[in-house]
Every structure is written in structure tokens, then in C-alpha cells.
């Protein structure tokens, strides 16, 4: 076998294809048909013949130089470049099509044509009998047939006619004729389909993409559903449902947008609707920038704009075709050597920002100042300053200065800090990250934070191991954030184990820890696994006297759904409205009737196996084409998004641990419940599990139900089930870290069906799955 394999002779380098992409070899005469040509751009075609051309495409990627064409060839006798190809042999049928329909395709990536195919039959110097049929792609049935006698060239435009009208969905037409001269072609048809684009092309905006409204329309006797959409920032694509007589199918509507992609051979070739971050440091062989901006017939020469203005503009390279050009990055390598950062604008939008890797490989303690090592000179760099003994702290921002960071007097001995260096733009918004994990240069200083209030003092001195824990906290936000960072924390200077302290602290007064929750603003995906660490998802909370404050439940509830939940403040007026505004209707069936009428949704049965076979690509189209839209906690799409992030990790090393331990898991557990005071319990993990001769990560949605179930049980006082949760804890943790959507819902749900008046439900009727 070669490798690599030769694509193109380069004696010859030329390709051809019939018109449905088939390649035509090198030794075998063309057909007198539309053809595909493909050779080097620079080289002339040589045609015998009038040739007509009826299309040019864009290039794909890893072919820069080339031109690809439709040429008809009816009337040509040969064409070629070194060597010569004749033109001979018979016309085949042609299945015709109009162009599809702009920004639609199917969820698979099928284009979407509005006008139905037509027909045409070549003559063949005789009466010719042909036989056409259309058959339903989905099903493979006949949906219709009929034979064409003709002595000559003939266009069939009634083939559709006996059909419902208008037409929804994908068909396939066959024809078929004497000595093998047939064709046969698959489309999907939306009869009457038009969409309507505004802005016509969305360009780069601040989060995404511009954002944008499509109209789209049916014919007489179909509908869209919904006609009009709204596409904010993030959103690149929406589903709708065209319906007419005939059937429905779902159509992906994507308005057309700005793309960039680095071409370089360590990069992997990816289309990007949002601005390119490169390191300055990789400009000795920075490759190419490709920008495809649809409908365009010629793009413009980009600005380079540097700390002292625009230094210079990048001119397209080549030709241009399709809306796609090609700029050499390496005529800015001056420009970046000098200046270290740059952004490259189309017009006012960024299409690049430069930037260097590192900005300093480190820094350290210089009394009233910190030194950085290596430092970048360039314009704008700012540290952001964040304290170790007070990680509750927002950053303090000061300039960089001749590679110095001069620190205010409050900071001077205010112990170990993590220092993060960013370019301040000042047109652009700088993120500074609550804590920068993984990103800061740290430095071991002493002493501790003295200019806030003695409980702060006195819990900096025990983060850096001079003091134990106080006895007291009344900031229980600030036990949260120790116990949120503490990797982070130790890494950065802290002592060890400071963790623990902390969240026997909380557990031991859990509504003032529930309270404090909102106040310490933990990233939404780490609350259930902080509610899991600390042993709180497993406490009993007092839900006795007053009810709880309003302001504090509502912020719960929109922050934080899985500890609102635990309080379980069903006679509190502010606590129920709050929750049915963020689970919705299924919180009032689940107290009413015991039961959870979606239990099953989240399920990874045989459909789930199926999807983990399916590539990226794939996958995508069928999340797409399912058109999931959460719209509140607990209803079936919101079961789905959050099972689907599970779905995602089920290779990552966490997951594959976990999927070892699940079965033994599962079944402990369900024992465990099946011998509570709530034996129906059970049902709820039933409707997760996957059925049988299961992968082990297909269990983990029913391991998720069973350790909320299990935790809210112990907070009942039941014994087995406190000690089940606590030996258990250690793999419902991970599992929560990978899936806290899902075990959030989980947690919520458990403590619904705990507190509702009665457990006994019938049995379900279907299972529903990801």
C-alpha cells in the first residue's frame, strides 16, 4: 500500500467528475454530460468544442490554487491539459435541480430544494421506452411511477403531479432505461420553501455573531413552525418544522455568517464564527488566514491595527471565489515582532487578535513591589492581584510598569498572592476571572490581609496555617469560597487541608450556610458538587418558625435550584412560588400525585448506545434535528440537555471509573432504598437504568437518581441510607462534577418525592431516553 496515497498525477493534474460527484478515471472516455473539472488554476484547459460552463465552487480546504468547474460537455469532442481525454458514448438521463434553497439544509446537512426535480430523457436515435419511479427515502416505498416513450430528447416537468401537494421530504428518483443508461438521485423537497435573511451576512459582535432575524415561509397548503426567528448571539442555527398534506420534516435554518479559519499544518482545519486568537510567538511560520464572507464577490485588504494605530494593511493573496480569500500571515511578522500584539480588522470587525503565549514566566516578592521575570513589554499590560489569605476578594487591578507591580499599601504584607497578567484594550472589555485557576504566576509572601474586619484576619491566618479555624464565622460565604478553591489555594501558597474545617463548619449550621450561598457566587456548575462535598445534600434543614427571607429564596432558587430545594419550605408563600417558577408545572404533579411523570427521560438505553457510534457531525445533526429547548427545570428537555452533557464524558477518564463502579453502585443502593420507609422509591432509579448486557457508563443516569434518593433519605434520619451516602460519597461527587444539571434535577426531584403525601404511583407506561 502507498502512503501517502496519490491523489492528483502530477504528469496530469487533472480530476473529473460526473455531476452527482462520482470520480471519472484517467483511462476512461468522458461522457457528453455535465462534468466536474478540477486542475491547477495557473494551467489553461484545452477544449475541443464550444463547452459550456454552468458553475465554479469554491475550493475546498488543502487545495489553494485550484479551480473546480461544471462544464458542459454535449458538444465538446476532448478536453484535457498534458494529455488529451475524449468525449464519447451515450447521454444518460439527468435528474434536474433548481438551486436549493439558501441557509436551509436538513439536520443530516442535505440541501433543501423548494421546486420538486424534474426529468430529462436523451433521444437515442430510436423510440425509447423509460421507466421512472419515485420512492420515499425514509421508508424506501414506491410513492410513484410511470414509463416515457419517446423518439427523441424529452423533458418530464408532470412527474409529481399524482402526488399530495405541496411536497415534504426526502425523495429518491430513479430511471431507468435501455443497455444500462439510467440515473437515480436522492433530494429532500420543501415545496414553496422561501427564507429571508436580515442582516443578508451576520459579521463578528461582542459574545458571537450579530444578531439576526429570518423569516421563513410555505406555499399555499403548508405551514412553518415557527415562521419567525430571532437569533441572539450565541445562537448560529434553529430548527423548524415544515408541515404540509404530505408530511413533515424538521429544517435547519442557518443565517449566513462571516467564518475565519487558521490554515497551518499543526492546526486543525476549523471553521470559526468568532474571532482567531494567535500567539505572537508563532509568527516565524504563521501559515495563512482564510475568511469566508458569503455573497461577497471580492474581499478587501485587512487593517492591522497595533498599540500605535493601524501599521499596516494584509492584502488577499490568489483568486477569489465563493466569498472566500486567503491572507499570508507571514508579511506580518515585522509588525509583530515589533509591536507583540496586534488585531487584524475586516472593516471595524476583528477577525484576529495577536497576542503573546506568556507575558511573564514568573514573578516574586520585592518588598513594596512585585518583580516579574521575562516580562513582555507592551502597551496596556495590567495584573490582576488576588489574595490568598482573603480568596474572597475581588482582583486588584494596578499597570505593569518597567516589568514592576507596584502595590498599594494594604497589600504589602498581605501574604501570598496569584498574580494574572492581562492586555487591558481600552475599546474592548477585559475579563478578569474570579479566581484565575491554572492561569497566574504565584508568589509566596508573608503575612496576612489586615485591612478588612478580624473574622477575615482570622481566617487568613488559618489559610496560611498560623491559626486554627475560628469557632464562629458569621461570612459563611467566605467558608464557601475556601472550600470552592481550595486546590486552587494550596497551589497558590495556602496550607493543606483547609478544606475540612471549613465544611464541618457549614454542615453544622446549614441554613445560614444555605443563606449564604448566593453571597459567594460559585460557578453554577460546581453548587451541587459543593452541596455533595460538604455533606449538606444529605442534611435535615429546619424549615420550622419563620419562613426563610424572600429576597434569600429567590436568589436561591435562580441560582442555586438544588439547595433551594432542601429547604423544602412548602408552607412558605415566597419559597412555592419561587420554585414553580423555575421547575414549572411537574413541581405541582410530583407533590400531588408522589410521582415523576418524565423519571425515564435522561435514560442511556439502546438509543444511547446507537448515538455513541455517531461522529461529531452526526451526533450534532441529531441534537439538532430533536430541537431540544429547555424552558424550565424539570421538564423533559431540560432532563435532556442536562443528560446530554453526561452523554459527552462518557470516554473521559472520570467516567470511565465511574462506569466500573456503577453496576455494584446502582445495586447497593436501590437495596438500600428498597428497605427504607419509601420501598417505591426503587421505580424512580428503574426508569434510568439502560436494560440489559448495558456498557457500564449507560448506568450513570440511574446512579445519579439513586444517590440523591439515598441522600435525601439520610436527611430523614434513615440509618442505612446515612451510611450508604457517606460511603458512596466519594464516586457521587465525581459524578456530579461531570453531570451537575443532572444531578441537580436529580437532587430536587428526590426531595419533591420525599416530601410529597403519598408514594404510591402506577407503573410507567413507556420510557423515554437521550
Avoid at 464519447?88 to 433543501?112: A, L, N
Avoid at 497576542?355 to 513594596?368: E, H, I, K, M
Avoid at 504589602?412 to 481600552?426: F, I, K, M, N
Avoid at 439502546?606 to 455517531?614: N, V, Y
Wanted: glycine share 8%.
Amino acid at each position: 500500500m502507498r502512503w501517502p496515497p496519490q491523489v492528483v498525477d502530477p504528469r496530469d493534474p487533472l480530476l473529473v467528475f460526473t455531476e452527482d460527484g462520482r470520480q471519472i478515471p484517467a483511462n476512461v472516455p468522458l461522457p457528453p454530460e455535465p462534468v466536474w473539472v478540477l486542475h491547477p488554476e495557473e494551467r489553461e484547459l484545452s477544449v475541443d468544442g464550444p463547452v459550456d460552463e454552468r458553475a465554479e465552487a469554491a475550493m475546498p480546504l488543502g487545495w489553494p490554487g485550484w479551480r473546480l468547474r461544471l462544464l458542459e460537455l454535449d458538444q465538446v469532442r476532448s478536453i484535457g491539459l498534458d494529455r488529451i481525454r475524449t468525449v464519447r458514448g451515450f447521454v444518460r438521463p439527468r435528474v434536474i435541480t433548481e438551486q436549493p434553497v439558501h441557509g436551509v439544509t436538513t439536520p443530516y446537512g442535505s440541501p433543501v430544494h423548494a421546486v420538486p426535480p424534474k426529468v430529462w430523457l436523451p433521444g437515442i436515435g430510436t423510440e425509447t421506452t423509460w421507466r421512472i419511479e419515485v420512492r420515499s427515502s425514509g421508508e424506501g416505498g414506491m410513492v410513484g411511477s410511470r414509463n416515457v416513450t419517446s423518439d427523441g430528447p424529452v423533458s418530464v416537468d408532470d412527474l409529481w403531479d399524482g402526488l399530495p401537494r405541496p411536497l415534504a421530504g426526502a425523495y429518491d428518483v430513479v430511471v431507468r432505461g435501455p443497455l444500462g443508461r439510467g440515473a437515480r438521485r436522492s433530494v429532500v423537497v420543501a415545496e414553496g420553501l422561501r427564507v429571508s435573511f436580515h442582516p443578508e451576512v451576520r459579521l463578528f459582535a461582542a459574545g458571537g455573531l450579530s444578531a439576526a432575524e429570518a423569516d421563513v415561509r410555505a406555499g399555499p397548503g403548508a405551514r412553518v413552525v415557527p415562521r419567525e426567528l430571532h437569533f441572539d448571539a450565541r445562537e448560529r442555527a434553529r430548527v423548524v418544522s415544515f408541515q404540509a398534506p404530505s408530511g413533515s420534516e424538521p429544517l435547519v435554518i442557518t443565517p449566513p455568517h462571516l467564518e475565519v479559519l487558521h490554515q497551518h499544518p499543526d492546526v486543525g482545519a476549523v471553521w470559526s464564527a468568532g474571532p482567531l486568537r494567535l500567539t505572537s510567538e508563532s509568527f516565524d511560520e504563521p501559515g495563512e488566514l482564510l475568511v469566508r464572507l458569503p455573497g461577497a464577490s471580492k474581499l478587501p485588504a485587512l487593517n492591522v491595527l497595533t498599540s500605535s494605530g493601524t501599521a499596516q494593511t494584509l492584502e488577499p493573496s490568489g483568486s477569489q471565489r465563493g466569498g472566500m480569500a486567503r491572507y499570508p500571515l507571514i508579511k506580518l511578522r515585522d509588525t509583530v515582532g515589533e509591536f507583540k500584539r496586534a488585531e487584524l480588522l475586516l472593516g471595524e470587525t476583528p477577525l484576529v487578535y495577536v497576542r503573546p503565549r506568556r507575558l511573564a514566566t514568573g514573578v516574586s516578592d520585592a518588598g513594596g513591589h512585585l518583580l516579574l521575570q521575562d516580562a513582555v513589554e507592551i502597551e496596556g499590560l495590567t495584573a490582576g492581584v488576588y489574595l490568598v489569605t482573603a480568596p474572597w476578594r475581588r482582583p486588584v487591578l494596578l499597570p505593569v510598569t518597567e516589568n514592576r507591580i507596584v502595590l498599594p499599601a494594604d497589600l504589602r504584607d498581605a501574604g501570598p498572592v496569584s498574580v494574572l497578567l492581562q492586555v487591558e484594550d481600552p475599546w474592548a472589555f477585559t475579563d478578569w476571572p474570579r479566581w484565575p485557576s491554572g492561569q497566574a504566576l504565584t508568589c509566596d509572601r508573608p503575612g496576612v490581609y489586615e485591612a478588612g474586619d478580624e473574622e477575615e484576619t482570622a481566617l487568613g491566618e488559618f489559610l496560611v496555617g498560623d491559626a486554627a479555624p475560628p469557632a464562629r464565622i458569621e461570612r459563611m460565604e467566605r467558608l464557601w469560597t475556601i472550600v470552592d478553591l481550595d486546590d486552587d489555594l494550596q497551589d497558590a501558597g495556602a496550607a493543606p487541608y483547609i478544606a475540612g474545617p471549613c465544611e464541618r463548619l457549614l454542615a453544622a449550621a446549614p441554613n445560614a450556610a444555605l443563606s449564604a450561598l448566593p453571597t459567594a457566587m460559585p460557578a453554577a456548575e460546581r453548587v451541587v458538587p459543593l452541596l455533595v462535598r460538604t455533606g449538606l445534600a444529605a442534611v435535615a434543614f429546619d424549615v420550622g418558625g419563620p419562613g426563610p427571607d424572600p429576597r434569600v429564596v429567590r436568589e436561591l432558587w435562580s441560582t442555586a435550584p438544588a439547595a433551594a430545594a432542601l429547604l423544602a419550605a412548602f408552607g412558605d408563600a415566597h419559597w412555592v412560588d419561587a420554585a414553580r417558577d423555575v421547575c414549572g408545572d411537574v413541581l405541582d404533579t410530583v407533590l400531588r400525585d408522589g410521582r415523576d411523570p418524565h423519571a425515564g427521560v435522561g435514560r442511556f438505553g439502546p438509543e444511547a448506545a446507537r448515538l455513541a457510534h455517531m461522529n461529531p457531525q452526526q451526533l450534532e445533526s441529531v441534537w439538532s434535528a430533536a430541537n431540544v429547548v429547555p424552558r424550565t427545570l424539570l421538564d423533559p428537555d431540560a432532563r435532556l440537555a442536562a443528560a446530554r452533557r453526561l452523554f459527552d464524558t462518557r470516554r473521559s477518564a472520570t467516567a470511565a471509573s465511574l462506569a466500573r463502579q456503577a453496576a455494584d453502585l446502582v445495586t447497593h443502593v436501590r437495596q438500600v432504598i428498597a428497605k427504607s420507609s419509601h420501598p417505591r422509591l426503587t421505580e424512580q432509579i428503574d426508569r434510568r437504568a439502560p436494560g440489559k448486557a448495558a456498557a457500564g457508563w449507560q448506568l450513570l443516569p440511574a446512579a445519579s437518581a439513586a444517590m440523591a434518593l439515598t441522600a435525601r433519605l439520610a436527611a430523614r434520619g434513615d440509618e442505612e441510607a446515612a451510611g450508604a451516602e457517606r460511603s458512596t460519597r466519594k464516586w457521587w461527587l465525581p459524578l456530579a462534577m461531570l453531570a451537575p444539571e443532572l444531578a441537580g434535577i436529580d437532587l430536587v426531584v428526590a426531595e419533591l418525592l420525599l416530601s410529597a403525601p403519598t408514594l404510591e404511583w402506577p407503573a410507567a407506561t413507556s420510557d423515554e431516553e437521550v
